[in-house]
């Protein structure tokens, strides 16, 4: 049993599924009417730690899926906004271990894994991902723009990362890349 949790807001992954709609029907593509309290919002800015309710069966019996859509930007905003709230206050933002806490809640026995998709950049999100996560997988053209891209993504978040962990337990084990 696997859990995809699209954090895309282009949400590729979630238009690219069968995933049921309020009703339980299949449906495809723009149909989902998906807005941002049926994603991962406010998961990612720690008002909630229950993902249960926002997961959507797919056509495939052992993929569960959390939707993304365009309206997940909102997230990100307020994620940009507890930030500078919390930098200015001289505090720690709120926000960074939302999802941590929320996958943590889930029972063992519901899915074998979990994957995470984000956007191909590096952001709040991203970065409470990886606070939430034990394997970074990066899918890469071996194109050299692709590559220098990634060699900048993977210093950036290094930095990023150093200054989490004062802060907090890094779960990371391992970094992948997945040449395409």
């Known amino acids: 049993r696997v859990l995809l949790i699209d954090l895309d807001p282009q949400a590729s992954a979630t238009t690219s599924m069968l995933v049921q709609n309020d009703q339980g029907i299949l ?35 052992c993929i569960d899926i959390v939707p993304s859509a365009p309206d997940l930007v909102e997230g990100d905003f307020a994620m940009i906004m507890d930030f500078a709230d919390a930098r200015a206050a001289g505090k720690q933002a709120t926000f960074w271990l939302g999802l941590r806490h929320a996958l943590r809640s889930l029972d063992g026995a519901e899915y074998d894994m979990v994957v995470i998709d984000t956007a191909p950049t590096l952001s709040l999100a991203t970065l409470a991902t990886l606070l939430a996560t034990e394997g970074l997988l990066i899918p890469c053209p071996m194109r050299s723009l692709d590559v ?19 802060s907090f337990s890094l779960p990371l084990k391992w970094f992948r890349v997945l040449p395409t």
Not at 152 to 160: K, L, P
Request: glycine share 6%.
């Open 148 to 166: 220098e891209s990634l060699k900048s993504f993977a210093v950036t978040t290094h930095a990023w990362l150093e200054t989490l962990a004062k």
């Open 27 to 61: 449906v495809e593509g723009s149909n989902l009417g998906i807005n941002e309290d049926m994603t991962c919002a406010s998961v990612l800015v720690g008002e909630t730690t229950d993902i249960r309710p926002l997961i959507r069966r797919t056509h495939w019996s």
